[in-house]
């Protein structure tokens, strides 16, 4: 700044070097304390506003990197727990089984219309059922999910599951041909394919929940999630490749419904006896734990349907939604039709 010697006798103006705009946005600009104590942002506590009573404290960028190397934290804060392998195990036996089921029928559709005595549309029937039973119900096992817990979503899961499974054996039980006829089994395989169908979107938003709340931010999470989502591809890996191995004439088809019965119902019955919690009594990790003091206070029905609006107005979310749709209705398609594509 400059004193102006032009000034009238005892004043002084003083001109400072700063533009119109400067001025401006000055007179706009909050008055700011000196005196307040400056405070790293790191140690600043930041509130949700999606959750006025939650307050979140930033860890310093030391203790985020000891954590992410490591693994665990060095504390007793964090503790991992025995019983997450039974969890995982429960997932990977429920979703792989269900999914063996599934593509083994269409594997050897011939022989299951000849065991039936229906026609290959209603034996494509069971495949497409226990496909399509799933999609209305992918909302509901969202919500499910997010508002209960996931012991509630596989705990479903694994009832509708052994309800299934034990139809279609039923349905081919040896003994009971004469006691049933060729319709009442159909449909009891039928309605056994849809109950596993319905049990599929329970199983289906679990991996990445489970592998957050029970597993530490290291290998094993990685390795949790990615045994879980495997599964499925796994059980249309055995179903359609080792079923047509020992179902040769229609008398075997009771094989088929035996030998998949057994890892699904195993797995859901592990799951209905085990799984007694949907989160660790002590958190494995600092996610873990700011994940669970969000499920303890609820998604109300409102702010689930306000979420998922979000998602269904966001045209990039849509876009995936429609190329994922297409990519899995296409090798559905392909994977129920192969048999009679490479035998025709």
């Not at 998949?260 to 085990?274: D, H, N, Q, V, Y």
Request: glycine share 6%; proline share 6%.
């Amino acid at each position: 700044m400059t004193y102006k010697e032009s000034a009238p006798p005892g004043t002084q103006v003083v001109s400072h070097n700063r533009t119109q705009s400067d001025v401006l946005l000055a007179t706009f600009r909050p008055p700011t304390n000196d005196t307040e104590e400056k405070i790293p942002f790191s140690k600043k506590n930041v509130t949700n506003d999606d959750e006025p009573n939650s307050q979140l404290t930033i860890p310093s960028p030391n203790e985020r990197n000891d954590e992410v190397e490591s693994g665990t934290k060095i504390d007793s804060e964090y503790k991992l727990y025995g019983e997450r392998w039974w969890i995982v195990i429960c997932v990977a036996l429920v979703y792989g089984g269900n999914y063996c089921h599934w593509i083994a029928i269409p594997s050897v559709g011939k022989i299951v219309a000849q065991y039936y005595h229906q026609s290959g549309e209603k034996i494509d029937l069971i495949s497409t059922l226990s496909t399509g039973i799933g999609i209305p119900l992918c909302l509901m096992a969202t919500f499910l999910v997010d508002s209960r817990g996931t012991k509630k979503g596989i705990h479903v899961g694994a009832a509708l599951t052994i309800i299934g499974e034990f139809l279609c054996l039923l349905s081919s039980l040896p003994g009971l041909e004469g006691y049933t006829s060729s319709d009442v089994r159909y449909y009891l395989v039928l309605i056994g394919q849809a109950f596993t169908g319905a049990a599929a979107p329970f199983i289906t938003c679990l991996p990445t929940k489970v592998s957050q709340h029970w597993f530490g931010p290291n290998y094993e999470r990685t390795l949790a999630t990615t045994v879980m989502a495997m599964a499925p591809a796994l059980g249309l890996i055995f179903g359609h490749g080792i079923t047509p191995l020992f179902v040769k004439e229609k008398e075997d088809v009771y094989l088929l419904n035996i030998c998949w019965f057994i890892p699904a119902t195993l797995g859901s019955l592990i799951a209905l006896i085990k799984i007694h919690k949907s989160h660790p009594d002590v958190p494995p990790s600092r996610s873990a734990m700011l994940q669970r003091q969000r499920s303890l206070r609820g998604k109300s029905f409102k702010k689930w349907f306000s979420d998922i609006k979000m998602v269904l107005f966001n045209p990039m979310a849509v876009l995936l939604l429609l190329f994922y749709a297409t990519a899995s209705g296409y090798s559905a398609m392909i994977a129920t039709k192969l048999e009679q594509l490479m035998c025709s």
